[in-house]
Nanobody, 126 residues
Framework: QVQLVESGGGLVQAGGSLRLSCAASGRTFSSYSMGWFRQAPGKERDFVAAITRRFGTTYYADSVKGRFTISRDVAQNTLYLQMNSLKPEDTAVYYC???????????????????WGQGTQVTVSS
């Protein structure tokens, strides 16, 4: 089992940057593939980015491709999401998620992941 705690959210102006962190504890961090999702008020939880446990292959939603970067520090048991060129439509609660093993083609689906953090709010003002 793994516990996930996000941090780094906040209020930023459009065009600005934020870096989210997700600290993992419990079983070996390198055993897990990880993802970031976000949920805006009244909307479903949407896929943002994912990284595989074995080769560190990354995947991104089209809406964030070229602006966001997912990465991980295995030694620090931490997952990151660097967000640049932020837009008001990026406003949401951001969640990190983990699943033991690989992702295959199922990386964009919330049901793929077994463990979730509590979320961190990101607000982008225009």
């Amino acid at each position: 089992q793994v516990q996930l705690v996000e941090s780094g959210g906040g209020l930023v102006q459009a065009g600005g940057s934020l870096r989210l962190s997700c600290a993992a504890s419990g079983r070996t961090f390198s055993s897990y593939s990880m993802g970031w999702f976000r949920q805006a008020p009244g909307k479903e939880r949407d896929f943002v980015a994912a990284i595989t446990r074995r080769f560190g292959t990354t995947y991104y939603a089209d809406s964030v491709k070229g602006r966001f970067t997912i990465s991980r520090d295995v030694a620090q048991n931490t997952l990151y999401l660097q967000m640049n060129s932020l837009k008001p439509e990026d406003t949401a609660v951001y969640y990190c998620a983990a699943v033991s093993g690989g992702l295959g083609t199922y990386y964009p689906y919330t049901r793929t992941y077994d463990y979730w953090g509590q979320g961190t709010q990101v607000t982008v003002s225009s």
